[in-house]
């Protein structure tokens, strides 16, 4: 971590409760005197899969409103919910729970903070989303380069790309073995996402009505595997929502980062009438940081 403001960097890890889980983040809550360019370094000098750079939002005296960006050790990321989980409680442990109105290339997300159990959680409400088919063609192109079988895919949850803030491409597994087993062409898979624009890939298996397996890998933003993905998370709702796979009022519960070693947990949640999906998560402080 060589940069120069790294005593600015605040770390933490969303979506667990534990150190040795969740998807870390750096966080820096002043980054107003900080180019693309230095913010592009931080975030790789870090290496985490993104960090949050927080700047005064529309209102500059609102200090619970911010302009919210993100970058990958690669490249700036329109949306991340991991980080949006953990600037927020973070401007939480600073100004105390409550509500915050971030702004981000992709639109408006209000966050809640709240603590639960002593720990603090954050609810991010995400853009309005969308969900489109996905060209055959791709689909095969993604599995290629992932070493799947179109066989080994759940037919009841066929292949969308899903959007609320960034694009992934949902792919079902069979089996929780094939989720399991994850190694792919990082070449391959990253060459399609950047002509389909999109972020992750978001390979899911389902265990029951509401609960869910997911891994995501990330080879546009430089990282083999996210942790824990909010922006996938919010996306994944709903993609459910349009298929009919769960209630109007659910809730959706899930995993991710287990087979990593980092174990997520990530809540969705559906409102009737309510277009904009809801994701929960805890987040903790690095301390020290992960190296």
């Known amino acids: 971590m060589n940069s120069p403001i790294t005593d600015n960097v605040l770390h933490y890890t969303a979506?667990?409760?534990?150190?040795?889980?969740g998807n870390p983040a750096g966080v820096v809550l002043d980054a107003a005197g900080l180019d693309d360019t230095t913010m592009l370094g931080i975030a790789a000098a870090l290496g985490y899969s993104e960090s949050a750079f927080l700047t005064p939002g529309p209102d500059p005296d609102d200090l619970r409103s911010c302009t919210l960006r993100f970058f990958s050790p690669e490249a700036e990321v329109d949306f991340c919910g991991h980080a949006t989980v953990a600037a927020a409680?973070?401007?939480?442990e600073k100004l105390g729970a409550g509500?915050?109105?971030?702004?981000?290339?992709?639109?408006?997300?209000?966050?809640?903070?709240h603590e639960e159990a002593g720990i603090p959680?954050?609810?991010l409400t995400s853009v309005p989303p969308r969900v489109y088919e996905a060209d055959p063609a791709d689909v095969a192109e993604a599995l290629a380069a992932l070493g799947w079988a179109k066989r080994e895919l759940d037919a009841a949850l066929p292949p969308k790309i899903a959007y609320a803030g960034v694009r992934h491409l949902v792919l079902a597994a069979?089996?929780?073995q094939r989720l399991a087993d994850l190694d792919y062409d990082f070449d391959r898979l990253l060459a399609l996402m950047r002509r389909l624009d999109l972020t992750t890939v978001q390979l899911v298996w389902r265990q029951s009505a509401t609960v869910f397996h997911v891994r995501d890998p990330f080879p546009v933003g430089g990282v083999v595997e996210d942790a824990a993905t909010g922006a996938a998370a919010a996306?994944?709702?709903a993609y459910a929502r349009r298929l009919g796979l769960v209630p109007p009022d659910a809730r959706l519960t899930l995993h991710q980062g287990h087979d990593m070693g980092r174990p997520s947990l990530l809540e969705v949640t559906l409102d009737p009438g309510q277009e904009r999906i809801r994701v929960s998560g805890t987040a903790v402080r690095l301390d020290p940081p992960l190296r």
């Open 99 to 113: 509500n915050f109105d971030l702004h981000t290339r992709a639109g408006r997300v209000p966050v809640t903070v």
């Open 121 to 123: 959680k954050a609810t």
């Open 89 to 92: 409680i973070a401007l939480g």
């Open 235 to 237: 996306a994944f709702g």
């Open 174 to 176: 069979a089996t929780r």
């Open 15 to 21: 979506f667990a409760t534990s150190p040795h889980g």
